[in-house]
């Protein structure tokens, strides 16, 4: 059945209107030029698509039900903060990522939201799954400061802009330190809710899944959006891109703002959920590096990338802390892997890995699969028991 | 569709070195304009002063009637001037069809932009490299998607730099047939090309430029005989035409 499509695939441009706009007609092709977009990788597109759907499906069906079936607090509150890495590796990816603008900064937002949501909760009286409520709020003010902060950073490029965003990562870290309405460098303490202790996590819990599907989805729609063809375009080329039209500085601008207002609502549910807001914690200069691991890690300017990023290592990191009795050891393993993804998988583990799973591997695998199930089952009794995942390859 | 391009007394130096000197040319609406000249002359920082990515010293560009100096890069081709590169610049990790995609036109639908990049990328003879990452084309390819790109936005006026460079004889002849056709439907252009039968078979007017300043100007076969042209340029390049 598999061949019977690719064979139609070659030799008809597809019926079917979806997924189809890349597909050449035939007829408006150059003699001179043989069509790239054959048959086969047509149709691995189109297979790759399904497996994309199915798996985010039960991807998120798994982390919808993953607290009813681990109850245990410890387990819940990695999880916990896992989903609120999602959600900033997932935001800080839609700017840095797709624009090529590398920020190191993005704790700004994260601590902004987060002592916003800690003041703000202590002025309103505000307890509870009300406190919930002020996360768009404290989002909305990272945005705002995301404005003046990206007038200035963005006029400059490259590492000069790293070395911008780590500068005002520092002011901020030392005003929290030092002002007053931040509680100076003891730090402020959110409010506690008075949730029974067995379902203690499941709010933040959901509300941290919410954001992280909610941003994710937005990473796709901006993907495949104008806006985001203007960021992928300006990095590539951002005179290039000027040269034809595309306004770079409202667009860049733009994204960073989102990106800003996403980290600092993750940055609120962040605190809310840990209970204080100190400044070394909240401002913290291994976060911004963590989020780039992550994003780097998976692959950057990607969709998945950042995701799979940010729930491999994330729940690493946590249970490598948990194991140690001091934080340096998870520390130096980090900044190894950190090392190690650099130099050999600069562009993350996804890329490489659909790069080493080209059209004719795909092919040959798919052969694999529907080869007939005695034979598989003759292999698999031949040799090491082997693991039931076997279709986890693709 | 109009659109005549007017440099005025240009002026622009780089620290000691003057590399437009009064530079005064005008690209007349419908014509086909060459700009030729030795290395080093100035002719793509005049195209880089023209489209904004090179601010002037002195002197004015006009678009028409409207001043365009110092308009920056995106709003000069919103005003309706494109230009390519010398070494051409397109977006690597996007798409062809991304690629087309990216020129700002405003108030058409997704649908009718899609059918004319396809349109424009079988005009250029690259449709069928669609899905293609950009950064896979051939040099030569490139040269035809930048062109391609550029058109998305029917700009009044094109400046192509080195259109025919490093390309391979038959591509050279389908990028001439290109540019006689859209300059047949009205199109502006001014190009800086060293290929002297290019050049000449293509242009209506041409324009010298030696260190910054204009020697000549007029139609190919006056040029072809000035000798102030000879001695500056063709001198040694020509002697086999």
Same mark, same amino acid.
Request: charged letters at 15%; hydrophobic letters at 50%.
């Given at each position: 059945?598999?061949?019977?499509?690719?064979?139609?695939?070659?030799?008809?441009?597809?019926?079917?209107?979806?997924?189809?706009?890349?597909?050449?007609?035939?007829?408006?092709?150059?003699?001179?030029?043989?069509?790239?977009?054959?048959?086969?990788?047509?149709?691995?597109?189109?297979?790759?698509?399904?497996?994309?759907?199915?798996?985010?499906?039960?991807?998120?069906?798994?982390?919808?039900?993953?607290?009813?079936?681990?109850?245990?607090?410890?387990?819940?509150?990695?999880?916990?903060?896992?989903?609120?890495?999602?959600?900033?590796?997932?935001?800080?990816?839609?700017?840095?990522?797709?624009?090529?603008?590398?920020?190191?900064?993005?704790?700004?937002?994260?601590?902004?939201?987060?002592?916003?949501?800690?003041?703000?909760?202590?002025?309103?009286?505000?307890?509870?799954?009300?406190?919930?409520?002020?996360?768009?709020?404290?989002?909305?003010?990272?945005?705002?400061?995301?404005?003046?902060?990206?007038?200035?950073?963005?006029?400059?490029?490259?590492?000069?802009?790293?070395?911008?965003?780590?500068?005002?990562?520092?002011?901020?870290?030392?005003?929290?330190?030092?002002?007053?309405?931040?509680?100076?460098?003891?730090?402020?303490?959110?409010?506690?809710?008075?949730?029974?202790?067995?379902?203690?996590?499941?709010?933040?819990?959901?509300?941290?899944?919410?954001?992280?599907?909610?941003?994710?989805?937005?990473?796709?729609?901006?993907?495949?959006?104008?806006?985001?063809?203007?960021?992928?375009?300006?990095?590539?080329?951002?005179?290039?891109?000027?040269?034809?039209?595309?306004?770079?500085?409202?667009?860049?601008?733009?994204?960073?703002?989102?990106?800003?207002?996403?980290?600092?609502?993750?940055?609120?549910?962040?605190?809310?959920?840990?209970?204080?807001?100190?400044?070394?914690?909240?401002?913290?200069?291994?976060?911004?590096?963590?989020?780039?691991?992550?994003?780097?890690?998976?692959?950057?300017?990607?969709?998945?990338?950042?995701?799979?990023?940010?729930?491999?290592?994330?729940?690493?990191?946590?249970?490598?802390?948990?194991?140690?009795?001091?934080?340096?050891?998870?520390?130096?393993?980090?900044?190894?892997?950190?090392?190690?993804?650099?130099?050999?998988?600069?562009?993350?583990?996804?890329?490489?890995?659909?790069?080493?799973?080209?059209?004719?591997?795909?092919?040959?695998?798919?052969?694999?699969?529907?080869?007939?199930?005695?034979?598989?089952?003759?292999?698999?009794?031949?040799?090491?028991?082997?693991?039931?995942?076997?279709?986890?390859?693709? | 569709?109009?659109?005549?391009?007017?440099?005025?007394?240009?002026?622009?130096?780089?620290?000691? +070195?003057? @590399?437009?000197? $009064?530079?005064?040319?005008? %690209?007349? =609406?419908?014509?086909? !304009?060459?700009?030729? &000249?030795?290395?080093?002359?100035?002719?793509?920082?005049?195209?880089?002063?023209?489209?904004?990515?090179?601010?002037?010293?002195?002197?004015?560009?006009?678009?028409?009637?409207?001043?365009?100096?110092?308009?920056?890069?995106?709003?000069?081709?919103?005003?309706?001037?494109?230009?390519?590169?010398?070494?051409?610049?397109?977006?690597?990790?996007?798409?062809?069809?991304?690629?087309?995609?990216?020129?700002?036109?405003?108030?058409?639908?997704?649908?009718?932009?899609?059918?004319?990049?396809?349109? +424009?990328? @079988?005009?250029? $003879?690259?449709?069928?490299? %669609?899905? =293609?990452?950009?950064? !896979?084309?051939?040099? &030569?390819?490139?040269?035809?998607?930048?062109?391609?790109?550029?058109?998305?936005?029917?700009?009044?006026?094109?400046?192509?730099?080195?259109?025919?460079?490093?390309?391979?004889?038959?591509?050279?002849?389908?990028?001439?047939?290109?540019?006689?056709?859209?300059?047949?439907?009205?199109?502006?252009?001014?190009?800086?090309?060293?290929?002297?039968?290019?050049?000449?078979?293509?242009?209506?007017?041409?324009?010298?430029?030696?260190?910054?300043?204009?020697?000549?100007?007029?139609?190919?076969?006056?040029?072809?005989?000035?000798?102030?042209?000879?001695?500056?340029?063709?001198?040694?390049?020509?002697?086999?035409?």
């Amino acid at each position: 059945m598999t061949s019977d499509r690719a064979a139609g695939d070659a030799t008809a441009s597809r019926p079917d209107g979806g997924g189809g706009q890349l597909a050449v007609d035939p007829a408006t092709t150059a003699p001179a030029a043989p069509p790239l977009l054959t048959g086969t990788r047509a149709s691995a597109r189109l297979t790759s698509r399904r497996l994309a759907v199915s798996g985010v499906v039960v991807l998120v069906a798994a982390v919808a039900v993953f607290p009813l079936v681990f109850t245990n607090p410890t387990v819940t509150s990695i999880a916990i903060i896992t989903l609120i890495f999602v959600a900033v590796a997932a935001a800080w990816n839609l700017f840095s990522g797709f624009s090529g603008y590398l920020s190191l900064g993005h704790a700004v937002f994260y601590g902004t939201g987060a002592y916003f949501l800690v003041v703000a909760a202590k002025d309103w009286n505000l307890t509870g799954t009300a406190v919930f409520w002020l996360l768009p709020v404290a989002g909305a003010v990272a945005a705002l400061l995301a404005v003046p902060l990206g007038l200035v950073a963005l006029r400059v490029r490259r590492h000069t802009f790293v070395v911008v965003t780590i500068a005002f990562f520092f002011i901020a870290q030392l005003s929290a330190s030092n002002l007053t309405v931040t509680g100076g460098s003891s730090g402020l303490l959110a409010p506690v809710p008075n949730w029974a202790s067995a379902t203690y996590n499941n709010p933040f819990y959901y509300v941290g899944m919410l954001l992280a599907v909610v941003t994710v989805a937005l990473s796709v729609l901006i993907r495949r959006s104008r806006f985001g063809l203007q960021l992928r375009a300006i990095r590539d080329d951002e005179d290039r891109a000027a040269g034809l039209g595309v306004r770079a500085m409202p667009v860049k601008l733009a994204a960073l703002v989102l990106s800003a207002f996403i980290t600092g609502m993750a940055g609120a549910l962040w605190v809310y959920f840990i209970g204080q807001a100190v400044p070394q914690f909240v401002f913290d200069p291994l976060f911004d590096l963590a989020v780039v691991l992550m994003a780097f890690f998976g692959g950057l300017g990607t969709i998945a990338g950042p995701v799979l990023g940010a729930l491999i290592l994330e729940p690493t990191q946590q249970y490598l802390y948990l194991q140690q009795s001091n934080g340096y050891e998870s520390e130096i393993l980090f900044g190894a892997l950190f090392l190690v993804v650099i130099l050999f998988l600069p562009r993350g583990v996804l890329p490489t890995a659909i790069e080493y799973l080209t059209p004719a591997r795909i092919g040959r695998l798919r052969a694999a699969w529907a080869a007939p199930r005695a034979g598989r089952q003759a292999v698999r009794r031949g040799g090491p028991p082997a693991p039931p995942a076997e279709g986890s390859v693709s | 569709m109009t659109g005549t391009l007017r440099a005025d007394g240009v002026s622009k130096s780089f620290g000691g +070195l003057q @590399a437009l000197a $009064g530079c005064s040319l005008t %690209a007349a =609406a419908g014509q086909i !304009t060459g700009l030729i &000249g030795p290395n080093g002359s100035g002719k793509t920082t005049l195209f880089n002063a023209i489209t904004g990515y090179e601010r002037i010293d002195s002197g004015e560009i006009y678009l028409d009637d409207q001043r365009i100096t110092g308009a920056p890069p995106q709003r000069v081709f919103a005003l309706g001037v494109g230009r390519t590169f010398q070494l051409t610049r397109i977006f690597p990790r996007l798409t062809v069809l991304e690629n087309m995609l990216v020129p700002a036109h405003r108030g058409r639908p997704g649908k009718e932009r899609r059918d004319r990049a396809m349109d +424009l990328l @079988a005009f250029t $003879g690259i449709a069928g490299h %669609a899905g =293609a990452l950009a950064g !896979t084309l051939s040099y &030569g390819q490139r040269k035809l998607l930048e062109l391609a790109y550029v058109l998305v936005a029917e700009p009044a006026v094109v400046l192509l730099d080195e259109p025919a460079g490093g390309v391979n004889p038959s591509l050279i002849h389908l990028i001439a047939d290109r540019i006689r056709e859209l300059n047949s439907a009205g199109r502006t252009f001014l190009i800086v090309e060293h290929n002297m039968d290019f050049v000449m078979g293509l242009c209506d007017q041409v324009t010298v430029l030696d260190s910054g300043t204009v020697v000549a100007a007029g139609p190919p076969e006056v040029i072809r005989t000035d000798p102030r042209v000879l001695d500056a340029y063709l001198g040694t390049e020509g002697a086999d035409d």
